[in-house]
């Protein structure tokens, strides 16, 4: 019986996967997180699993090995990687093209870019290509993230695609270098590419930061206005 229009049961994929392991009472169902998620419970031998609905139309091969792939993780096997074909779904275009508008939907106080008054995350972008520290990419969404009160400069999602810097940067205070900076930092993580799936490692990716030109002297000026990276 096919699940939440999928033309496969979900929970006979997970109850498959999690049989290997002694489970042996299993069920599965689609979920709505604003994040991409997987959640369970579980006890003895029986487990239930929430799957994001970011994955709803995922292929029953790709979906069968997310699940393998989680029940490695959950039961701490060593070999506990996604496998090529997961990686190669989730990371295409068509993917973000299918979730990207409801992943937005759903933050709630993401705005465009373009709602901003003294700085613009797009042009930003388009200076931070040019100068090659970035490569290109038209699926980006730019937008001002007016809930983020953390002290970084804001929030991204690497799978859908998304930046949202925190609206305190949109701010007179700070020159375009700055604001290029702090943008640099979150954009990063989209141009590296899932974590799970690439070979850069999160020291790299500190390392990069910090080897961008006039680090310092940005990151002081950054920090007259409370944001740090």
Request: glycine residues 6%; hydrophobic residues 40%; proline residues 3%.
């Given at each position: 019986m096919a699940d939440n229009g999928m033309d496969y049961d979900l929970s006979e994929v997970f109850s498959k996967a999690a049989a290997e392991y002694g489970y042996d009472d299993v069920t599965a169902e689609i979920a709505e997180f604003d994040e991409l998620r997987l959640k369970w419970i579980r006890h003895g031998s029986w487990a239930r699993f929430f799957v994001s609905?970011?994955?709803?139309?995922?292929?029953?091969?790709?979906?069968?090995?997310?699940?393998?792939?989680?029940?490695?993780?959950?039961?701490?096997?060593?070999?506990?990687?996604?496998?090529?074909?997961?990686?190669?779904?989730?990371?295409?275009?068509?993917?973000?093209?299918?979730?990207?508008?409801?992943?937005?939907?759903?933050?709630?106080?993401?705005?465009?870019?373009?709602?901003?008054?003294?700085?613009?995350?797009?042009?930003?972008?388009?200076?931070?290509?040019?100068?090659?520290?970035?490569?290109?990419?038209?699926?980006?969404?730019?937008?001002?993230?007016?809930?983020?009160?953390?002290?970084?400069?804001?929030?991204?999602?690497?799978?859908?695609?998304?930046?949202?810097?925190?609206?305190?940067?949109?701010?007179?205070?700070i020159s375009d270098e700055a604001f290029d900076y702090a943008l640099y930092s979150l954009a990063l993580n989209l141009d590296l590419g899932f974590a799970p799936c690439r070979k850069k490692t999160e020291k790299e990716y500190a390392e990069l930061v910090d080897m961008y030109p006039d680090a310092d002297r940005l990151t002081e000026e950054l920090a007259q206005i409370g944001v740090s990276l």
């Amino acid at each position: 019986m096919a699940d939440n229009g999928m033309d496969y049961d979900l929970s006979e994929v997970f109850s498959k996967a999690a049989a290997e392991y002694g489970y042996d009472d299993v069920t599965a169902e689609i979920a709505e997180f604003d994040e991409l998620r997987l959640k369970w419970i579980r006890h003895g031998s029986w487990a239930r699993f929430f799957v994001s609905d970011y994955l709803r139309d995922a292929p029953k091969e790709v979906m069968s090995s997310i699940a393998d792939t989680l029940m490695k993780k959950i039961c701490c096997v060593d070999d506990a990687s996604y496998s090529e074909p997961v990686c190669e779904w989730l990371t295409s275009d068509g993917f973000v093209e299918r979730n990207q508008a409801l992943y937005i939907e759903r933050k709630g106080d993401t705005v465009p870019a373009e709602e901003g008054i003294h700085k613009d995350p797009k042009a930003s972008f388009r200076r931070l290509v040019s100068a090659g520290m970035l490569k290109d990419d038209p699926l980006i969404f730019f937008g001002w993230d007016t809930g983020f009160f953390g002290p970084g400069a804001g929030r991204f999602s690497v799978l859908l695609k998304v930046v949202s810097v925190t609206s305190k940067l949109d701010s007179d205070e700070i020159s375009d270098e700055a604001f290029d900076y702090a943008l640099y930092s979150l954009a990063l993580n989209l141009d590296l590419g899932f974590a799970p799936c690439r070979k850069k490692t999160e020291k790299e990716y500190a390392e990069l930061v910090d080897m961008y030109p006039d680090a310092d002297r940005l990151t002081e000026e950054l920090a007259q206005i409370g944001v740090s990276l």
